[in-house]
């Protein structure tokens, strides 16, 4: 059975739609690519792809030691190259409780760095995860 299904909206935009559950998701081509930038562009999801997917690991590892990781943001910086246009880097900063110690600290890291995103992307896209503590 398919991951999933994609039709094209036309005007540089796809709707792709998640089967097991029926989820969507909009993309549209980026302004400086031809597009209205209404929407995810297609690289825009690689990157928040990236970031989800680190989360979810530690989540999992997060579970396992009875840590709460609810509330947790991130931000994902995509650096674009010109020629051939392509993903150059992606930058992923990671904001988690300061009352975590340098052992969960650790663990988390080290998970979040074997996500399968992360381990499938061209190792030519430099990928810069940080790692910020606070209240």
Request: overall charge negative; charged content about 20%; some cysteine.
């Amino acid at each position: 059975m398919s991951t999933a299904t994609a039709r094209y909206a036309g005007h540089l935009r796809t709707e792709a739609t998640h089967v097991a559950s029926g989820t969507t998701i909009l993309t549209d081509a980026p302004v400086d690519n031809h597009g209205r930038g209404e929407a995810f562009s297609p690289t825009d999801l690689v990157g928040a792809a990236l970031g989800a997917c680190m989360m979810t690991i530690m989540g999992i590892v997060a579970e396992r030691h009875d840590l709460d990781l609810t509330g947790v943001r991130w931000d994902v910086t995509k650096h674009m190259l010109a020629d051939p246009r392509r993903i150059g880097q992606l930058d992923v900063v990671f904001r988690l409780p300061a009352t975590l110690t340098e052992k969960e600290r650790n663990l988390l890291e080290k998970a979040a760095r074997t996500c399968p995103v992360a381990l499938s992307l061209n190792p030519e896209i430099r990928q810069q995860v940080q790692f910020e503590y606070s209240a």
